[in-house]
């Protein structure tokens, strides 16, 4: 099954708050992910703060036409209990 975003938060410097349709959620820091054509144009703050939850894929996108598939933002989630 692929993961689902439901709710996002900025948090701070590349650093988000997410929320999953199964209930995980858990802070993403992606500053070091940041890289590559797409990707570099959201070091900006402005720009990286415009990020949504796409309608139709639920994972992060961006104006720019930047996202990132699910996948990766669930394994990478740092999860606090």
Do not use: C
């Not at 701070?12 to 820091?29: I, M, N, P, R």
Request: hydrophobic residues 40%; charged residues 20%.
């Amino acid at each position: 099954m692929i993961p689902k975003v439901v709710h996002i938060a900025y948090e701070g410097v590349f650093t988000l708050h997410l929320q999953f349709a199964d209930g995980t959620e858990g802070y993403l820091d992606l500053s070091d992910d940041l890289y590559g054509e797409l990707f570099e144009p959201l070091r900006d703050p402005e720009l990286f703060r415009q990020v949504g939850v796409h309608p139709e894929f639920k994972t992060l996108y961006w104006p720019n036409g930047a996202d990132i598939a699910p996948e990766f933002l669930y394994e990478h989630l740092q999860v606090h209990t």
